[in-house]
């Protein structure tokens, strides 16, 4: 039997709770009375307590006030008590939920009620115009507090008010856990915003247009995004946090974004929210952080992603937007439209040829070694029609615009031997000749004088458009030819000495771009194992292209639209003419810290070898994209940013698909080749590779020792997996 102590006990600590409960509180039954603050009528205040009155339960529906109560002992438990306090705390906790869902069923109808009866918020509402947000749909109630509703799968649960001075308040009695507010048309084609707030929510739609889910605080993002996971399983989904000074902004967004494989990202000064950041920097600086986030982790995610089994494909390589950016990326999509050439054809002859006609000046250091904004590419066409020389055409004209002199002296073609480049970037030469007595020509020699016989060239920029660049690969293979050599040496460093024997001519400081066009089925042909091998090939971005439209008028870009970037790039040349050393940003030091590894990995195999350069590569890239940002150009403070480096990793990863598309996965061993070209048409035993090459291949192989260092080589780089065929311990190895 209960005594009074704990019936008085228990109404003790409901008393100081704030609530009144009557004077006896029956056993076993729930109570009501008037909650927090109410009069007499009002019956949201509730207690229960078990029929042995060792514990209870207690709370207010209009506050969300719910407790649990439990007597103290005056001795250690029986074994029996221990039973029935279990069974009590059972019971407590079923209680308590019962209670909170008639009380969130109770204030959700006072949320409808509430939402029914208020009026459409103004945009002139005080808290909108310092937050600089519309209205988004919200509503007003009679003490001028802005009405958010909260809702779970489009029913609403409760209502959060914000008055003029930022305070909010949540509907008392409501459920917050898990519900959301929206802005924006919810559905699976695209990327979903989840971010805390409503203001931060109402920045993030108005910059991005994306669709936006407001979660309330940090603690709800979890149970929300996973909501938003399982409606929606294929959607991109950006945690935006909160970049607060406790730290649990960020903890609480990587948390909810590892849960979902989703992509988190935060403002990038402390202290701040996306909010923040649109009141003090506008809009765009908002809709630029959060693309760049976006573009960011896809990278990351390409950079850690393991490598296929079968690198080879034969799908077509996609460019993704991001390439696009800065003055390039206008162009080229202000002239794509009128064009057949591939879009990718066309961004890079508007890329890599400003690199040249910039000069040598602007560059990024590599330790103490300075990369300059220069470097190759090969647009590989599938046939001779795959409009590779009409990429060229439009930024041609544009540059010939912008300095037709530069054009017209320093862009040449015919690459046919080192010796010959070497010329058109050569150093003053000078005769050693001898001073004589008199000037006589038999007179006595008083001593010797350099007399200059060849001013050289004065401009060391040099751009070659090769349109037949199977021609210069040709002439590569030809004995003593050294084309090869001075092309490696110009995309190292520009200084060049060719060993010749007649007439020795001497580079110094050459800055040399070149974009070659060939054919697949060319390139195949004439680009030697050597050549690919030996550092060569991987001075060159190799770019599949292929005729994009059929356009029969053939009229090209309008003036119209072409005249406007004539102005754009001499500005946007001029200024980058003049820099220097130029360094990545924090956040861009962070991004290439997190794929620098991924790039400087050398891939294994000849079309490895091709690749070898992708840190090198990308840096270079990057220098061209920052030099062509026009916004960047006005700046003091010219850097490499993330658009820049994201811009130069999405080049590259078009590059590296379109490398392997060409050259396949070859190891560069003949008898590896054509074994791994065997497996792969199914598993083989030894016995099995050796009568294919001993039989057919015209290779000589001891049949008790089966070409057993090509299987090894093989095997080393992952490419062929050697089990035992059978059950036996003795079966026969086989390669699969």
């Not at 849960?259 to 600086?285: I, K």
């Not at 010329?423 to 000078?430: E, I, L, S, T």
């Not at 770019?543 to 994009?548: F, G, T």
Request: hydrophobic share 40%; glycine share 10%; with cysteine.
């Amino acid at each position: 039997m209960m005594t009074a102590t704990r019936l008085d006990a228990f109404r003790q600590v409901i008393e100081r709770a704030g609530l009144v409960p009557p004077s006896v509180i029956p056993l076993g039954k729930v109570t009501r009375f008037p909650g927090i603050g109410k009069s007499n009528g009002n019956k949201s205040g509730w207690a229960w307590l078990s029929k042995d009155g060792l514990g209870g339960t207690y709370g207010d529906w209009a506050s969300g006030l719910s407790d649990t109560w439990h007597a103290q002992h005056d001795h250690a438990m029986t074994a029996a008590e221990r039973a029935a306090h279990t069974r009590r705390v059972a019971e407590l906790r079923r209680i308590r939920e019962e209670e909170e869902t008639n009380q969130h069923a109770e204030a959700a109808k006072r949320a409808q009620t509430i939402w029914n009866q208020a009026a459409p918020a103004p945009e002139a509402h005080p808290y909108l115009t310092r937050k600089r947000i519309q209205s988004h749909s919200l509503r007003i109630d009679g003490e001028s507090r802005l009405i958010v509703p909260v809702t779970i799968n489009g029913a609403l649960i409760s209502l959060q008010f914000i008055d003029a001075n930022g305070g909010k308040l949540f509907l008392p009695g409501g459920d917050v856990k898990g519900g959301s507010s929206t802005r924006g048309e919810l559905n699976n084609a695209g990327t979903f915003l989840l971010c805390e707030g409503f203001a931060t929510g109402a920045s993030l739609q108005e910059a991005t247009g994306l669709q936006v889910v407001v979660a309330f605080s940090a603690g709800n993002l979890l149970p929300v995004v996973q909501a938003i996971r399982l409606q929606f399983p294929t959607a991109v989904i950006v945690i935006c946090g909160d970049h607060d000074l406790s730290g649990t902004g960020q903890r609480a967004p990587r948390e909810a974004a590892d849960a979902v494989n989703g992509v988190m990202t935060l403002p990038e000064e402390q202290g701040q929210d996306f909010s923040a950041v649109h009141v003090q920097r506008g809009l765009e600086a908002v809709q630029e952080a959060i693309e760049t986030a976006i573009r960011r982790e896809e990278m990351r995610a390409m950079s850690t992603a393991a490598a296929p089994t079968d690198t080879h494909t034969d799908s077509w390589p996609q460019l993704d937007e991001a390439a696009f950016y800065g003055l390039a990326g206008e162009f080229t999509k202000a002239v794509e439209p009128y064009s057949e050439a591939d879009p990718l054809g066309i961004l890079l002859h508007v890329l890599l040829p400003p690199g040249a006609l910039i000069g040598p000046l602007p560059h990024v250091l590599v330790e103490h070694t300075p990369h300059y904004a220069r470097t190759n590419a090969l647009l590989v066409g599938t046939t001779a029609g795959g409009k590779k020389g009409t990429a060229w055409s439009p930024p041609r004209y544009v540059f010939t615009k912008v300095d037709e002199t530069i054009v017209l002296k320093r862009v040449k073609s015919g690459l046919s031997s080192g010796e010959g480049l070497v010329f058109q970037v050569r150093d003053p030469q000078y005769n050693h000749v001898p001073i004589r007595e008199g000037r006589r020509r038999n007179g006595e020699i008083l001593g010797y004088e350099d007399v200059l016989s060849d001013p050289g060239e004065s401009d060391k920029r040099l751009l070659i458009i090769e349109s037949e660049f199977s021609s210069a690969l040709k002439v590569m293979e030809r004995e003593g030819n050294v084309l090869s050599p001075v092309l490696r040496d110009v995309w190292d460093h520009g200084n060049l000495s060719p060993l010749t024997k007649k007439d020795p001519i001497v580079a110094t400081g050459a800055h040399v771009c070149i974009i070659g066009h060939i054919t697949h089925h060319e390139l195949l042909r004439a680009l030697s194992a050597t050549d690919r091998a030996n550092g060569f090939a991987n001075r060159y971005l190799f770019a599949l292209v292929r005729q994009s439209k059929f356009i029969p008028s053939g009229k090209g870009t309008p003036p119209e639209i072409l005249e406007p970037f004539f102005l754009r790039f001499s500005r946007t040349l001029e200024r980058a003419r003049t820099r220097g050393e130029l360094t990545r940003d924090r956040e861009t030091e962070q991004l290439w810290a997190s794929v620098y590894r991924k790039l400087a990995e050398v891939p294994q195999g000849l079309t490895g070898a091709i690749l070898a350069r992708g840190a090198a590569q990308v840096l270079r890239l990057s220098l061209i994209y920052a030099l062509l940002d026009e916004a960047e150009a006005s700046r003091t403070d010219t850097a490499i940013r993330v658009a820049h480096l994201l811009a130069a990793l999405t080049v590259w990863d078009y590059c590296t698909a379109s490398t392997y598309h060409i050259f396949g996965d070859a190891v560069g061993d003949p008898i590896a080749d054509r074994l791994l070209r065997l497996i792969k048409s199914g598993p083989k035993t030894d016995t099995d590779l050796y009568e294919s090459l001993g039989k057919h291949g015209g290779i000589r192989i001891e049949k008790d020792r089966p070409s057993t260092s090509c299987n090894g080589s093989i095997v080393s780089i992952g490419r062929a997996f050697p089990r035992l065929a059978g059950r036996s311990r003795n079966g026969m190895l086989a390669f699969y």
